[in-house]
């Protein structure tokens, strides 16, 4: 079962931040953090991941609460070429599979 | 990261028949895997794909019906056997090429299958 729940849909005006949260209530300590987006689908495009600390790269920023049960994924400033189904994946440290919960399908609206 | 391509890109093929979808990786990567997305629906992994293993497969999918071979470390297929309307689906294989704990999978652009 996924670990991770999202919802299922959200919508975001083109230049605004868009803010996609994800619950992760059963985490444990050494399981890290990844989101990734799918665009028509094509195969997952990797964006972010973290484990404890708030992470940033050049497409999104990635905010994990303290407690680590929750997290959101920034896209700063979004476009319409961003709209996508996002999902948040929880892995276990020393293991490799990735479980794919339903994810979030945002949708840039011009 | 790395790049993956995969063939075919999409087939449309007839009930019974079987198909063998290739994925080649522009590096040497160990961990591969293999996944399925059905219509509208999200992403189960079908099974890990380590070079010089058998494969290991996951709750409900068993080799006699999607055999994998791992001859390389930059080459993987999945054969879609005795194939049903039910296996129309889109296949996506993966790598994992970090090192350490933490590291990201890279997807291919998958093979949309339609069976008739």
């Not at chain 1, 300590?29 to 195969?43: K, L, T």
């Not at chain 1, 961003?82 to 399908?105: H, L, P, Q």
């Not at chain 2, 999918?61 to 689906?89: C, G, Q, Y």
Request: contains cysteine; proline residues 5%; glycine residues 6%.
């Amino acid at each position: 079962d996924a670990k991770t729940t999202q919802p299922p849909s959200m919508d975001c005006a083109e230049g605004r931040a868009a803010n996609l949260p994800c619950n992760h209530s059963t985490i444990s300590g050494n399981e890290y953090v990844y989101w990734y987006r799918q665009i028509h689908s094509q195969g997952p495009q990797y964006i972010i991941h973290g484990l404890k600390n708030n992470e940033t790269n050049e497409m999104a920023s990635l905010i994990i609460t303290e407690d680590r049960k929750s997290s959101t994924l920034i896209l700063p400033h979004a476009t319409l070429r961003d709209t996508a189904v996002y999902y948040c994946i929880v892995r276990a440290s020393g293991t490799y599979k990735y479980i794919f919960g339903t994810g979030t399908r945002l949708k840039v609206l011009a | 990261s790395a790049v993956i391509s995969q063939k075919p890109s999409r087939d449309i093929c007839q009930r019974g028949t079987s198909l063998t979808i290739q994925c080649q990786v522009d590096s040497q990567v160990t961990m591969m895997f293999w996944y399925r997305q059905q219509p509208g629906q999200s992403l189960t992994l079908i099974a890990t794909a380590n070079q010089g293993s058998e494969a290991t497969y996951e709750s409900g999918f068993v080799i006699d019906k999607f055999p994998i071979s791992r001859p390389n470390l930059t080459f993987s297929t999945l054969t879609v056997s005795n194939m049903s309307p039910e296996d129309s689906s889109i296949y996506l294989c993966s790598v994992a090429p970090g090192q350490g704990a933490s590291y990201e999978q890279y997807f291919g652009p998958g093979t949309r299958l339609t069976v008739t």
